[in-house]
């Protein structure tokens, strides 16, 4: 069986110049949870996910996904593990030139295995499951709203049949309606397919509903991890300021209501 | 740390069985999951449809470790678009099959068209219209914005001016002066062989100087800056326009024509006939080289043989060609960035386009000059 630790980060220093962003980071995610990144803006959770992707590489420490080390391995062992994981960008990142069916097609046709038959098949289902119907399929990124941008843009995260999803800010620029759907689409696929989650977010009600976990970044390293109710009872002064705010009482309390119900 | 923990063999497996009632079964097992069946996938494909043919066939999936949407896609077609009539599968997998419906159709791909290629023509036609439309509108609009802004001139954009001068004048020098500098020293050196047949080496001034000041050095800076500075100034335009900057600008009541287009069309202006002062005189520098290496003919008498060989009409319609070059490249440029659309495509064809266009302008405005102005310079 696999290893359960399926992203390890080891004493991770960031720095850019003299500003010191992350100060020796660790951290240790577990196959099928999903944690969630919270912080204060600038304090380098998107950063600390493009480390995960291998985006960026850390001054300092070690990012291992897969049990596969960023920094030390084989440009051919990162690229095997490369199709293992989806990501969802903030802004989308959907191939412009392209048109919706081909942004989702593409990773699949990169293949080289796959026959366009059951490509399209494939395709046309994943656009199904994030709610957009078939007749958009041929329209082109600049045409669509911001919310399917999203939605379409998680199709194509999700082509190749990710293990692990990185997904940046998911809820953002998506209304109330399309927000709580979305929250109940990756619930589904994380029990259907074993995903393992790792999210950045703001808004306090996605975060409420999906998290297992929570690591919560401040003052250039990780100030907390554990589940919310640990984290919610801890008493350190961001974590107090962002769940014991107005905001925060709200979507907890209503947390606690539909638990009671 | 062993790799192959890490990344074990996946194996999707597919058994033909013959089940005790003696109807055809089919036994599937290991993980069928997209990057287990990705390497042999087409000849499972195969095996599945085999399978799948005879609908009676008992499917027993209890085998099967993990399974996701492309691996149960894979399934629904081999059973044609439908769940298997006898099918054994793990609880936990049920969920996935659930999601599949009949396939659905793709919008139709257009159907071939006869009139096609007059079709195109006409949008071609069309486009350019457009395009003529457009370039009148925004020459029109910076008109009557600069006319505007001419009341209160302390409301000019002196600084974006200077920068543009700047960044299209005085950092465009040293590749000018390479180019203009090696296209004096081949003219001179190809002229000077043809005329020394002829015992004509003295002539060499005259077709330098006019050559030089009257039409290359114009032209040449000219294709440089719009290679260079148009480019730029498109791309830069169409960015913001793809970022949504000058709908900020508009909001704020700042007119873009003013503080974006007027600042690149009068830094060209200016900076243009300086630049091409500057070509002239290092093409005439690498010309005067050349002609001393070729021919032996001294600096001092090609200096001073120079104002009487070439007559000072040729300067002065070579510095006003420039500025005329500089208004049209900067205002391409500007029609050209802003019609660019938010995506990578677009913004790639309208530099192109930028520049091609630019380009060409430059040369047919050089015609008409040299028609229109043929009777003034020459002796």
Same mark, same amino acid.
């Given at each position: 069986?696999?290893?359960?630790?399926?992203?390890?980060?080891?004493?991770?220093?960031?720095?850019? =110049?003299?500003?010191?962003?992350?100060?020796?980071?660790?951290?240790?995610?577990?196959?099928?949870?999903?944690?969630?990144?919270? =912080?204060?803006?600038?304090?380098?959770?998107?950063?600390?996910?493009?480390?995960?992707?291998? /985006?960026?590489?850390?001054?300092?420490?070690?990012?291992?996904?897969?049990?596969?080390?960023?920094?030390?391995?084989?440009?051919?062992?990162?690229?095997?593990?490369?199709?293992?994981?989806? @990501?969802?960008?903030?802004?989308?990142?959907?191939?412009?030139?392209?048109?919706?069916?081909?942004?989702?097609?593409?990773? /699949?046709?990169?293949?080289?295995?796959?026959?366009?038959?059951?490509?399209?098949?494939?395709?046309?289902?994943?656009?199904?499951?994030?709610?957009?119907?078939?007749?958009?399929?041929?329209?082109?990124?600049?045409?669509?709203?911001?919310?399917?941008?999203?939605?379409?843009?998680?199709?194509?995260?999700?082509?190749?049949?990710?293990?692990?999803?990185?997904?940046?800010?998911?809820?953002?620029?998506?209304?109330?309606?399309?927000?709580?759907?979305?929250?109940? /689409?990756?619930?589904?696929?994380?029990?259907?397919?074993?995903?393992?989650?790792?999210?950045?977010?703001?808004?306090?009600?996605?975060?409420?509903?999906?998290?297992?976990?929570?690591? @919560?970044?401040?003052?250039?390293?990780?100030?907390? @991890?554990?589940?919310?109710?640990?984290?919610?009872?801890?008493?350190?002064?961001?974590?107090?300021?962002?769940?014991?705010?107005?905001?925060?009482?709200?979507?907890?309390?209503? @947390?606690?209501?539909?638990?009671?119900? | 740390?062993?790799?192959?923990?890490?990344?074990?063999?996946?194996?999707?497996?597919?058994?033909?069985?013959?089940?005790?009632?003696?109807?055809?079964?089919?036994?599937?097992?290991?993980?069928? #999951?997209?990057?287990?069946?990705?390497?042999?996938?087409?000849?499972?494909?195969?095996?599945?449809?085999?399978?799948?043919?005879?609908?009676?066939?008992?499917?027993?999936?209890?085998?099967?470790?993990?399974?996701?949407?492309?691996?149960?896609?894979?399934?629904?077609?081999?059973?044609?678009?439908?769940?298997?009539?006898?099918?054994?599968?793990?609880?936990?997998?049920?969920?996935?099959?659930?999601?599949?419906?009949?396939?659905?159709?793709?919008?139709?791909?257009?159907?071939?068209?006869?009139?096609?290629?007059?079709?195109?023509?006409?949008?071609?036609?069309?486009?350019?219209?457009?395009?003529?439309?457009?370039?009148?509108?925004?020459?029109?609009?910076?008109?009557?914005?600069?006319?505007?802004?001419?009341?209160?001139?302390?409301?000019?954009?002196?600084?974006?001016?200077?920068?543009?001068?700047?960044?299209?004048?005085?950092?465009?020098?040293? #590749?000018?002066?390479?180019?203009?500098?090696?296209?004096?020293?081949?003219?001179?050196?190809?002229?000077?062989?043809?005329?020394?047949?002829?015992?004509?080496?003295?002539? #060499?001034?005259?077709?330098?100087?006019?050559?030089?000041?009257?039409?290359?050095?114009?032209?040449?800076?000219? #294709?440089?800056?719009?290679?260079?500075?148009?480019?730029?100034?498109?791309?830069?335009?169409?960015?913001?326009?793809?970022?949504?900057?000058?709908?900020?600008?508009?909001?704020?009541?700042?007119?873009?024509?003013?503080?974006?287009?007027?600042?690149?069309?009068?830094?060209?202006?200016?900076?243009?006939?300086?630049?091409?002062?500057?070509?002239?005189?290092?093409?005439?520098?690498?010309?005067?080289?050349?002609?001393?290496?070729?021919?032996?003919?001294?600096?001092?008498?090609?200096?001073?043989?120079?104002?009487?060989?070439?007559?000072?009409?040729?300067?002065?319609?070579?510095?006003?060609?420039?500025?005329?070059?500089?208004?049209?490249?900067?205002?391409?440029?500007?029609?050209?960035?802003?019609?660019?659309?938010?995506?990578?495509?677009?913004?790639?064809?309208?530099?192109?386009?930028?520049?091609?266009?630019?380009?060409?302008?430059?040369?047919?405005?050089?015609?008409?000059?040299?028609?229109?102005?043929?009777?003034?310079?020459?002796?």
């Amino acid at each position: 069986m696999e290893k359960r630790c399926l992203i390890e980060v080891n004493g991770l220093w960031t720095q850019f =110049g003299e500003h010191i962003v992350h100060r020796d980071v660790n951290l240790a995610i577990d196959r099928g949870e999903v944690l969630s990144l919270v =912080g204060g803006s600038g304090s380098g959770k998107t950063t600390l996910l493009r480390q995960m992707m291998g /985006l960026e590489i850390p001054s300092q420490g070690e990012v291992k996904v897969f049990g596969v080390s960023l920094q030390h391995s084989a440009p051919d062992e990162i690229q095997r593990i490369r199709n293992r994981w989806g @990501v969802l960008f903030q802004q989308g990142a959907l191939f412009s030139a392209l048109s919706v069916y081909d942004n989702v097609a593409l990773p /699949l046709r990169e293949l080289r295995t796959v026959d366009e038959d059951l490509i399209r098949d494939l395709v046309l289902f994943k656009l199904g499951m994030v709610g957009i119907e078939a007749e958009h399929a041929t329209k082109m990124p600049a045409d669509l709203s911001g919310g399917m941008v999203k939605r379409v843009a998680l199709a194509r995260a999700l082509a190749l049949e990710p293990e692990l999803l990185f997904l940046d800010e998911p809820t953002a620029g998506l209304d109330p309606d399309r927000s709580e759907s979305f929250v109940r /689409l990756i619930e589904d696929l994380q029990h259907e397919l074993e995903l393992t989650v790792v999210m950045v977010t703001h808004d306090l009600d996605t975060l409420i509903a999906l998290s297992n976990r929570v690591a @919560v970044l401040c003052d250039q390293r990780i100030v907390a @991890v554990g589940t919310l109710r640990e984290i919610v009872t801890n008493s350190h002064r961001f974590i107090s300021n962002f769940f014991q705010g107005e905001r925060g009482k709200r979507a907890l309390m209503a @947390v606690a209501e539909a638990l009671v119900k | 740390m062993p790799q192959s923990s890490v990344l074990p063999r996946l194996e999707a497996q597919l058994r033909s069985t013959s089940r005790p009632d003696g109807a055809a079964g089919v036994e599937l097992s290991g993980p069928w #999951i997209l990057r287990a069946l990705e390497p042999e996938l087409a000849n499972l494909a195969a095996q599945l449809g085999e399978f799948g043919r005879d609908f009676n066939r008992h499917w027993d999936l209890s085998g099967v470790t993990r399974i996701d949407h492309a691996g149960a896609m894979l399934l629904w077609r081999a059973w044609g678009g439908r769940r298997a009539r006898n099918l054994t599968l793990r609880p936990e997998h049920e969920a996935l099959f659930a999601g599949f419906g009949a396939p659905r159709p793709l919008a139709p791909p257009p159907g071939r068209d006869g009139l096609a290629p007059l079709r195109m023509l006409g949008a071609q036609v069309l486009t350019f219209a457009e395009h003529a439309r457009h370039f009148v509108q925004l020459v029109g609009r910076l008109v009557i914005d600069t006319g505007r802004l001419l009341r209160h001139p302390r409301n000019l954009p002196w600084v974006e001016i200077s920068a543009s001068i700047y960044r299209t004048g005085a950092q465009a020098l040293g #590749i000018t002066a390479l180019v203009g500098f090696l296209v004096g020293v081949v003219l001179s050196y190809l002229s000077s062989q043809q005329l020394k047949t002829f015992g004509a080496d003295i002539f #060499i001034i005259n077709l330098l100087g006019v050559s030089v000041i009257r039409e290359l050095g114009p032209v040449l800076a000219a #294709i440089l800056v719009a290679g260079r500075s148009g480019s730029a100034m498109t791309a830069q335009l169409g960015v913001m326009c793809v970022t949504e900057e000058l709908d900020a600008m508009t909001v704020m009541g700042i007119p873009h024509t003013v503080r974006l287009m007027l600042p690149k069309v009068l830094g060209l202006a200016i900076s243009m006939p300086l630049l091409v002062a500057w070509t002239d005189s290092i093409a005439l520098i690498g010309g005067m080289v050349a002609a001393k290496w070729e021919l032996g003919l001294s600096y001092n008498l090609f200096l001073t043989r120079l104002p009487d060989a070439v007559p000072i009409a040729n300067l002065w319609l070579g510095l006003g060609k420039s500025v005329v070059f500089g208004i049209l490249i900067a205002l391409i440029a500007c029609h050209f960035g802003l019609r660019i659309e938010p995506n990578t495509e677009s913004l790639g064809a309208g530099t192109t386009s930028s520049v091609v266009t630019a380009i060409t302008m430059v040369i047919v405005v050089d015609a008409a000059f040299a028609v229109m102005f043929r009777n003034v310079g020459s002796f």
